[in-house]
Nanobody
Framework: QGQLVQSGGGLVQPGGSLRLSCATS??????MGWFRQAPGKEREFEAS???????QYADSVKGRFTLSKDSAKSTVDLQMNSLQPEDTAIYYC???????????????????WGQGTQVTVSS
């Protein structure tokens, strides 16, 4: 069984940008998602992309985050612009192998998770 390996993240000032990447080699999926979890909060949906490149965003990131899939490189990337302190969290990519597209917003719809990467937005 494959693994999801994340890269990117780090510390950025408010208004800055970061790019997260999720390597999906060896993982089969119907769709991929990105979630984040801030201290003391539940893991929350940010964005998802299907194999046919349908994309959904949470209202909190719409217009600031862009999700893309590179099938040749087997990666799913999350470009994050106009970052704010409230975006500070651990970010996770995830793969859904069995559930249907309408389940994309639920963390329990996903079967395989990346290791998580810290994103800190602070001046």
């Amino acid at each position: 069984q494959g693994q999801l390996v994340q890269s990117g993240g780090g510390l950025v000032q408010p208004g800055g940008s970061l790019r997260l990447s999720c390597a999906t080699s060896g993982v089969t999926f119907r769709y991929m998602g990105w979630f984040r979890q801030a201290p003391g909060k539940e893991r929350e949906f940010e964005a998802s992309i299907s194999r046919s490149n349908s994309i959904q965003y949470a209202d909190s990131v719409k217009g600031r985050f862009t999700l893309s899939k590179d099938s040749a490189k087997s990666t799913v990337d999350l470009q994050m612009n106009s970052l704010q302190p409230e975006d500070t969290a651990i970010y996770y990519c995830a793969a859904a192998e069995r559930t249907i597209w309408s389940s994309q917003f639920r963390a329990d719809a996903y079967d395989t998770w990346g290791q998580g990467t810290q994103v800190t937005v602070s001046s």
